[in-house]
């Protein structure tokens, strides 16, 4: 399996990016997620959705702001992050496993800079 994210960049506050998460190598997890690591802060989860039904979850801090999707035909999870603040900026990860508790495969991760 493996994950391929890309559509980090340097946005200002306010401003919006889209992650992509491409999955090869095997076309089927259960759940995927986002996550990212601000500067030393610990791993936070910021998004999840289940592959066939498209439930999603999203972590209160991104409530109305950042949406999570996925595009099966594409095998694509996207991450819609609008009205950025610096607080955001960290590396995000997505990640993909059998359930929305578990994630045991990770992408490279792709950092996102959010300038005031």
């Known amino acids: 399996v493996q994950l391929q994210a890309s559509g980090g960049g340097l946005v200002q506050a306010g401003g919006s990016l889209r992650l992509s998460c491409v999955l090869s190598?095997?076309?089927?997890?259960?759940?995927m997620g986002w996550f990212r690591q601000a500067p030393g802060k610990e791993r936070e989860r910021v998004a999840d959705?289940?592959?066939?039904?498209?439930?999603?979850d999203h972590a209160d801090f991104v409530k109305g702001r950042f949406t999570i999707s996925r595009d099966k035909a594409k095998n694509t999870v996207y991450l819609q992050m609008n009205s950025l603040t610096p607080e955001d900026t960290a590396v995000y990860y997505c990640?993909?496993?059998?359930?929305?508790?578990?994630?045991?495969?990770w992408g490279q991760g792709t950092l996102v800079t959010v300038s005031s």
């Open positions: 990640a993909g496993g059998p359930s929305t508790v578990q994630f045991n495969y």
């Open positions: 190598g095997r076309t089927f997890l259960y759940a």
């Open positions: 959705i289940t592959w066939n039904g498209g439930v999603t």
